[in-house]
């Protein structure tokens, strides 16, 4: 890969002053109020004369689009997102909207999830705009509003009021870029693929009364059974072309036997026996299941309206992820074979799953960037088991790719967790690997 330089002294000073500037406006949504964030990266897109302009909905909710002009080729996009999660001060080490440089990590909310990627492609704009780098492409910048609560006043109303401006080949965007190991075998997570929410409310029914006449017919206990069943209870495997990407790629640089203990986790009858040799009861080894079925996660109880009354329904409400290539009606399905027809099933809300090819110009590149800067680590193709704004491009036909490269240790189930933080030595890490990406794919 032939690369023009980059300047990473000054590249790196842009991104640790980007990045505690961003964390610093509150953004948390609800209710989000995005415009202040988009407002701060116009204000460096125009000192810098970067082509660049806000959109949105309403004045509060604004995302920022920036173009950089080049060739003829089909435009990259590089997309992150403005809003965060709300975050309570009182349980934090530092104030989560401080932006605080300390023990050489950026603390606050939003330094993983995900103004990281915001102000790194911030910096990387501002570096091929001063170096004045010749591309063969547009290079499309957009961080969005609302990608926390659906999209719908950030990227959907983008491509839907600006669809012109959104037109690219592939877009670079979050939710991958982990590193972790198995069997002293480093790896890094691309994403090539999403599920989709499945929101579902399930209701029992039963005899009402005086609560100091017990009965058998308790709506409340045969909702209680019911949940114990599904927290207890795998849903069918279903395996995607990323799942097996990821389980190919697992193996491909293990040792035998290993590796065919790691082949085995994509069999039906031997999956969680060597899911557990090969992982264990780690981290890694939920997400992995999460990315072979369906699942549904209880998240909200409902019943009764005094303490000395039975209730006559009782009803729960279930956080459902489907895979790709699974529809909202074969999860009903499948809930319903699990509990029994005398639950009523409602749909409350759903989307479409998404999937990108593995292999790619794209993925190509973005391998052969990280073992410059890395050496021997792999990138597999990875399901993240959640949704981001990817969904909404994935429709259109965009290769979408979710890669924010990290080192091994960075603490990336913070994510939405209290004590969000990022090292600083991974945000130099990732400017050198996102740096190279675009020299592979947009320099001229």
């Known amino acids: 890969m032939a690369a023009f330089p980059l300047n990473l002294e000054r590249a790196h000073k842009n991104l640790l002053t980007n990045l505690t500037e961003l964390v610093r406006i509150d953004t948390s949504n609800p209710p989000g109020n995005e415009t202040r964030a988009a407002q701060y990266i ?56 401080g932006g605080v440089d300390a023990g050489g990590k950026i603390w606050g909310r939003g330094a993983m999830d995900c103004k990281n990627l915001a102000a790194l492609w911030v910096s990387l704009m501002i570096e091929i705009k001063r170096e004045n780098i010749p591309l063969k492409r547009d290079i499309i910048f957009a961080a969005t509003a609302d990608e926390e609560m659906g999209g719908e006043k950030g990227i959907k109303w983008l491509l839907e009021n600006h ?41 029992t029914h039963g ?27 795998s849903l069918p495997m ?61 998240t909200k109880l409902k019943a009764g309206y005094k303490s000395n009354v039975i209730p006559s329904s009782a009803s729960a409400e279930l956080d459902g992820r489907i895979l790709p290539g699974q529809s909202p009606d074969n999860f009903i399905k ?7 027809e005398e639950v009523e099933i409602e ?62 240790g960075e603490d990336y189930h913070l994510a939405h967790g209290i004590n969000e933080n990022i090292s600083i030595k991974t945000l130099d890490f990732a400017l050198q690997v996102m740096w190279k990406v675009l020299d592979g794919y947009c320099f001229a």
């Open 238 to 298: 279903h395996l995607t072309s990323t799942a097996e990407a990821f389980i190919k790629g697992l193996a491909q640089k293990q040792p035998f036997p290993f590796s065919s203990i790691i082949k085995l986790i994509g069999n039906r009858t031997f999956s969680e026996r060597m899911l557990k040799q090969s992982l264990g009861n780690t981290y890694e080894a939920r997400v992995v299941r999460a990315m072979l079925r369906n699942t549904a996660t209880p």
């Open 334 to 340: 499948e809930i319903q074979e699990l509990v029994g």
């Open 42 to 97: 116009q204000h460096i897109f125009q000192r810098e004369g970067i082509s660049c302009k806000l959109a949105g909905p309403d004045p509060d909710r604004c995302s920022v689009l920036a173009r950089i002009k080049g060739g003829d080729d089909p435009p990259l996009m590089l997309l992150s997102h403005l809003d965060v999660v709300p975050a309570r001060a009182t349980e934090w080490k530092y104030h989560p909207f």
């Open 163 to 203: 669809p012109r401006e959104m037109n690219a080949g592939f877009c670079l965007n979050e939710g991958g870029g982990w590193s972790f190991q198995v069997n002293n075998r480093e790896y890094h997570l691309l994403n090539t693929a999403e599920k989709s929410v499945c929101w579902l409310k399930l209701t």
């Open 347 to 408: 749909k409350i809300r759903s989307g479409t799953p998404s999937e990108t090819s593995p292999q790619s110009v794209m993925s190509s590149i973005i391998r052969e960037a990280l073992r410059e800067c890395r050496g021997e680590t792999e990138v597999v193709p990875f399901l993240l088991p959640g949704a981001t704004d990817a969904r909404y491009l994935r429709s259109l036909g965009i290769g979408v790719y979710g890669f924010f490269p990290m080192l091994p």
């Open 207 to 233: 005899t009402s009364g005086h609560a100091s006449i017990p009965t058998s017919r308790s709506a409340i206990l045969d909702l209680a059974s019911i949940l114990n069943i599904i927290g207890n209870t």
